[in-house]
């Protein structure tokens, strides 16, 4: 019999949390020059990508996982998107990113 994990734990959401949260570290070191066409593009992800993280801490700030989860899944595709266009240069961190190639 599978064993089913359907319970997002206190362990599991903080997990995600610390990942995500080094991940914005990361990639807010790898940014493009403000000279770059490119550099409206990243603040524009940057900018949702700190409006989802800001949601998960609330949400889980009031006890509410499920929400908290997804908000964060939310905030780590804006990034994986950025890193694997090329908008936020992670270089070759293909275990934290998910790159190109």
Known sequence: MKKIENIITDEKIENYLSRTEEAI???KKGLPSKKSLLFDVSSDF???IDCYFNDAKTFIDKGDYINAFASLNYAYGWID???RLGIFNVGDDDVRFTLAK
């Open 25 to 27: 570290s990361i990639i």
């Open 46 to 48: 940057l900018l949702m």
């Open 81 to 83: 998107a950025g890193a």
